[in-house]
């Protein structure tokens, strides 16, 4: 392979647009595909990115002369075949999240990367985000101590994004739940930074999103290793704006994060008070914000480390069997509340 990845991409729309903007922003990557099953959209993707190859079927895309890798970011639905098969074809696949929507799925797609070389990486963007790199960098060094508690939550109104039910839209397919389309995000931050949870009990109600077949407010808590306790909030029909505000309690500190806020906030115990004009508290926390760079889906941060992983031949960050391991758990939250029991996780992908 020479110097530069030449990348295909699926999909010219939505997040596919902000992939293609970071592969030809990096000059080790280049674009040179690109599909859509609405050929206009790929046709206006290709003008705009000054790509020579266009295609409305992706089997098509995966010949095209030179192709090192794709990214497949079409309908959750859909990653599982076009992944196996890109894989076949020896491309390596940046995969979007979720993975897939069931764990069979996943197995699969893990199943066909060990049969080849080519690598798969999965696209949890949050291991990206400044204020969540920034927050993991902190507890990795042990500024705020052991951790106890962990949360994130992924708040969302869909009410405009999948648009009247009597059209179709595949965030609409009762196996695409939310929890899991969405919440993966939440999930897979706290499993970056905790752990693989081992138990999950969790309840669900659906009183905003009516039209939605699966619930659309979901509460999961889970039981991390080294007795860390976390808990997941996803609502996709929250009147609010869009966040994912996270929060971090360790024995000596607690950080707050999330993805739409210029700075993260610390709290570190032991500043002592004497010179305040709270006398009569000897000692308290200081909150400590933190600047850091907006960037909700940094693809550019992730198309770079994907990159470098495939030039330099080297495992990738979030691997296969990373995002089965978030997958299976969020359906676990999903399974628990549907049937009132916790649910073991067991993470058996040999
Ligand atoms: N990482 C993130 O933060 C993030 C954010 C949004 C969406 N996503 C994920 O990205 C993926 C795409 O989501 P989106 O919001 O961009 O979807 P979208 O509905 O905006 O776009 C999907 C595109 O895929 C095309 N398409 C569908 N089937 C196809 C096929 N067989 N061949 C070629 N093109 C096909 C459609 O024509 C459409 O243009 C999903 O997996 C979603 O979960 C991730």
Redesign the pocket.
């Known amino acids: 392979m020479s110097k530069v990845v030449n990348y295909g991409v699926?999909?010219?729309?939505?997040?596919?647009s902000s992939h293609m903007q970071a592969i030809s922003d990096n000059h080790q990557a280049r674009l040179v595909a690109v599909?859509?099953?609405?050929l206009d959209?790929a046709r206006a993707a290709a003008e705009r990115f000054s790509v020579a190859g266009v295609y409305?079927?992706?089997q098509d895309l995966l010949q095209h002369e030179g192709l090192d890798a794709v990214v497949v970011?079409?309908?959750?639905q859909?990653?599982k075949e076009?992944t196996i098969n890109a894989l076949r074809q020896g491309k390596h696949v940046l995969c979007?999240?979720?993975m897939a929507l069931t764990l069979e799925d996943c197995k699969a797609m893990i199943e066909a990367e060990r049969a080849g070389s080519a690598k798969l990486m999965i696209?949890q963007?949050c291991r990206y985000t400044p204020g969540f790199v920034a927050a993991k960098k902190l507890i990795d060094r042990g500024e705020i101590g052991e951790l106890f508690f962990v949360e994130s939550e992924y708040a969302h109104d869909y009410s405009k994004i999948v648009g009247s039910p009597t059209v179709y839209h595949?965030r609409r397919d009762p196996l695409r739940h939310p929890f899991l389309?969405g919440g993966c995000?939440a999930v897979d931050l706290l499993r970056w930074i905790a752990g693989s949870p081992k138990t999950v009990s969790a309840f669900a109600n659906r009183k905003v999103l009516k039209d939605m077949p699966t619930d659309d407010c979901t509460i999961a808590i889970y039981q991390f290793p080294n007795n860390v306790i976390g808990k997941v909030f996803v609502s996709i029909g929250c009147k609010r704006n869009y966040t994912m505000r996270s929060v971090f309690y360790g024995t000596q500190g607690t950080i707050i994060a999330d993805n739409t806020t210029p700075s993260i906030t610390v709290f570190k115990e032991g500043f002592a008070a004497q010179d305040s004009l709270m006398t009569d508290v000897s000692s308290y926390t200081v909150p400590v914000q933190l600047p850091v760079r907006l960037n909700?889906?940094n693809t550019t941060g992730e198309i770079a480390d994907f990159t470098r992983s495939i030039l330099e031949d080297t495992p990738v960050t979030t691997s296969s069997v990373e995002g089965a391991s978030t997958v299976e758990a969020c359906l676990g939250a999903v399974a628990s509340a549907a049937s009132g029991q916790p649910v073991n996780l067991s993470y058996q992908y040999d």
């Open positions: 699926i999909s010219a729309s939505g997040m596919a599909c859509d099953l609405n959209k409305q079927d992706y970011a079409t309908p959750d859909q990653h076009m979007e999240k979720p696209g963007i595949w389309g995000h909700n889906h």
